[in-house]
């Protein structure tokens, strides 16, 4: 019963449509019913509300009876866009209509899902890139990008595809406007040093004018291996000079910090916020402790994970290639959390972190870091849980070429920019490397070791102080730390040397 009118709440079978052209639900065919039950409980079970769930559910009911066809002959791009101009000649409500047009979005999504069709892959605006263009210029920078293309994840292709063709043809575009360009010998390095003034006084960073000189090269050596006459002085240019990038590993407290709070939504009362609490533990401790990408983390799929041995095997990564990476108890215990709320796996994709019934989106990990900054009062980005990954590792005694497996780097020196030694590191080995050297230059009269001092044991505890510790733990360290200060204080006496022993 209702607390309004006393009566009871009307069932959804006997709902009639508002319009005689769209048919009641009972004059169905039979497989479209059990379609739009599975439906309503596949949105319920991805954590829509109630009103959410039956906003989109109208608008499901709208196509299915509008089309009149069985579900698995609708076709989700040209079908549901007659759905929506039947929706936008009815319902002059603005929120109306983007309601109804959000519920057919998940129609198609839900189509795809269940018919197993693939959903169409998105087009680049070319008219927009290369439209300024000569046609023989236009027709080198699409072979350069079908060149490209197959190095690259297929679920990516479109966002690499837009990075490559706009950093390319953005100097093309400006090059073409104020010069003329009938040959490729016509892009001289008096040329760009033109662009690069107008790029500059635009206030372009030198970092951003260096990619697209990486790419514009790029593209004429692939010309070149195609035996196309090119300025060969366009390759010899050296990009400017940007100054040292000091690594963007997030500080401990920080990661700390952001630990409590997802934590503390993965124990939330909310079941949706539980939820999201406990993917989010997943994929931050596979950031942090395992070196993933934003991109490995979408594309991490259930069959990649050897719970036996404790690996995840990365594939098709960037460049390409492939790596193992071993995981920590304590992220192996965050994924099994997560997979006993993640949903029947029959009714979802293959990807082991799944929002709203797809893969995480590109930006999905950013924005929930943003999220999550803001409750705890912090600012960190994915890429800075892959730097703190290596800045951890190195710190703790890992060696620089077991990081360098972990990350997937192809160079050592990439690894070595991810991170950064703490000074505690720094001073610790210093002292142990030197306590080496003075053994071996010491009279062999003088072969009795020397206990550290108290500078060297307050480095190796400053280094321990900087890693990822617990309160318990750090506690220790600062009885530690006090302890070894007091004894120092308690022993300071003035040292004496023997100069006449030295000189004889």
Same mark, same amino acid.
């Given at each position: 019963? #209702?607390?309004?009118?006393?009566?009871?709440?009307?069932?959804?079978?006997?709902?009639?449509?508002?319009?005689? =052209?769209?048919?009641?639900?009972?004059?169905?065919?039979?497989?479209?019913r059990?379609? %739009?039950?599975?439906f309503? #409980?596949?949105?319920?079970?991805?954590?829509?509300?109630y009103?959410?769930?039956?906003? &989109?559910?109208?608008? $499901?009911?709208?196509?299915?009876?509008?089309?009149d066809?069985?579900?698995?002959?609708?076709?989700?791009?040209?079908?549901?866009?007659?759905?929506?101009?039947?929706?936008?000649?009815?319902?002059p409500s603005?929120?109306?209509?983007?309601?109804?047009?959000?519920g057919l979005?998940?129609?198609?999504?839900?189509?795809?899902? +269940?018919?197993?069709?693939?959903?169409?892959a998105?087009m680049?605006?070319?008219? &927009?890139?290369?439209?300024?263009?000569?046609?023989?210029? *236009?027709?080198? $920078?699409?072979? &350069?990008?079908a060149?490209c293309?197959?190095?690259?994840?297929? =679920?990516?292709r %479109?966002?690499?595809?837009?990075?490559?063709?706009?950093?390319?043809?953005?100097?093309?575009?400006w090059?073409?406007t104020h010069? #003329?360009?009938?040959?490729?010998?016509?892009?001289?390095?008096?040329?760009?040093?033109?662009?690069?003034?107008?790029?500059?006084l635009?206030?372009?960073?030198?970092?951003?004018l260096?990619?697209e000189l990486?790419?514009?090269?790029?593209?004429?050596?692939?010309?070149?291996?195609?035996g196309?006459?090119v300025?060969?002085?366009?390759?010899?240019?050296?990009?400017?000079e940007?100054g040292p990038r000091?690594?963007r590993?997030?500080?401990?407290?920080?990661?700390?910090?952001?630990l409590?709070?997802?934590d503390?939504?993965?124990?939330?009362s909310?079941?949706?916020l539980?939820?999201?609490?406990?993917?989010?533990? /997943?994929?931050?401790?596979?950031m942090?402790?395992?070196?993933?990408?934003?991109?490995?983390?979408?594309?991490?799929?259930?069959s990649?994970?050897?719970?036996?041995?404790?690996?995840v095997?990365i594939?098709?990564?960037?460049?390409?290639k492939?790596?193992l990476?071993?995981?920590?108890?304590v992220? $192996?215990?965050?994924?099994?959390? %997560?997979?006993?709320?993640?949903?029947?796996?029959? *009714?979802?994709p293959?990807q082991a972190?799944?929002?709203?019934?797809a893969m995480? !989106?590109q !930006? %999905?990990?950013?924005?929930?870091l943003?999220?999550l900054?803001?409750?705890?009062?912090?600012r960190?980005?994915p890429h800075?849980?892959?730097?703190?990954? *290596?800045?951890?590792?190195?710190?703790?005694?890992?060696p620089?070429?077991t990081?360098?497996?972990?990350?997937?780097?192809?160079?050592?020196?990439?690894?070595?920019?991810?991170?950064?030694?703490?000074?505690?590191?720094?001073?610790?080995? &210093?002292?142990?490397?030197? @306590?080496?050297?003075?053994?071996r230059?010491?009279l062999?009269?003088?072969?009795?070791?020397?206990p550290?001092c108290?500078?060297q044991?307050? *480095?190796?505890v400053?280094?321990?102080?900087?890693g990822t510790?617990?309160? /318990?733990?750090? =506690?220790?360290?600062?009885?530690? +730390? @006090?302890?070894?200060?007091?004894?120092?204080?308690?022993?300071?006496?003035?040292?004496?040397?023997?100069?006449?022993?030295?000189?004889g």
């Open positions: 019963m #209702t607390r309004s009118t006393g009566q009871r709440k009307t069932h959804i079978k006997n709902l009639r449509p508002r319009h005689p =052209e769209v048919k009641s639900l009972w004059d169905w065919f039979p497989p479209n059990g379609f %739009y039950a599975d309503r #409980t596949w949105l319920n079970r991805s954590g829509y509300s009103s959410a769930l039956s906003i &989109y559910s109208v608008a $499901v009911r709208l196509a299915l009876g509008l089309l066809k069985p579900y698995w002959q609708i076709d989700p791009q040209i079908d549901l866009e007659q759905v929506r101009q039947f929706i936008l000649a009815r319902y603005g929120g109306t209509r983007t309601s109804y047009n959000t979005l998940k129609l198609a999504d839900y189509l795809h899902l +269940r018919c197993h069709t693939p959903r169409p998105r680049l605006n070319w008219d &927009y890139y290369v439209g300024p263009l000569p046609d023989w210029l *236009a027709d080198d $920078v699409r072979a &350069y990008h060149h293309q197959r190095r690259w994840p297929p =679920e990516r %479109y966002e690499l595809s837009v990075d490559c063709v706009s950093e390319l043809t953005r100097p093309l575009r090059l073409a010069f #003329t360009l009938n040959s490729l010998a016509d892009l001289t390095p008096e040329a760009w040093e033109a662009y690069l003034d107008a790029r500059l635009d206030g372009l960073k030198p970092i951003s260096n990619d990486r790419r514009l090269q790029g593209w004429l050596h692939f010309l070149v291996d195609a196309r006459p300025c060969r002085r366009m390759l010899r240019i050296a990009p400017l940007e000091v690594p590993d997030a500080p401990v407290e920080q990661l700390r910090c952001l409590q709070v997802v503390m939504l993965a124990h939330s909310h079941a949706g539980r939820r999201m609490g406990l993917m989010d533990r /997943a994929w931050v401790l596979l942090l402790h395992s070196g993933l990408r934003t991109g490995e983390i979408r594309r991490l799929r259930l990649d994970i050897d719970w036996s041995n404790r690996r095997r594939e098709q990564s960037k460049g390409l492939d790596r990476v071993c995981l920590s108890a992220t $192996v215990d965050a994924l099994k959390a %997560y997979l006993e709320v993640r949903g029947p796996a029959e *009714a979802l293959e972190f799944i929002y709203r019934h995480v !989106s !930006s %999905y990990c950013g924005e929930r943003k999220t900054g803001k409750s705890g009062g912090f960190i980005t800075q849980l892959r730097h703190s990954c *290596a800045t951890l590792l190195l710190n703790a005694g890992a620089v070429l990081v360098q497996t972990i990350l997937g780097h192809q160079h050592i020196d990439t690894t070595l920019g991810y991170a950064r030694l703490y000074d505690g590191t720094v001073a610790a080995d &210093y002292y142990r490397a030197m @306590a080496q050297i003075e053994r230059l010491a062999e009269e003088n072969t009795t070791p020397q550290p108290s500078g044991l307050l *480095a190796l400053d280094s321990l102080r900087d510790l617990n309160e /318990a733990q750090l =506690e220790t360290v600062r009885t530690l +730390r @006090a302890g070894i200060v007091a004894l120092a204080e308690r022993d300071a006496t003035p040292v004496t040397v023997d100069t006449a022993g030295l000189l």
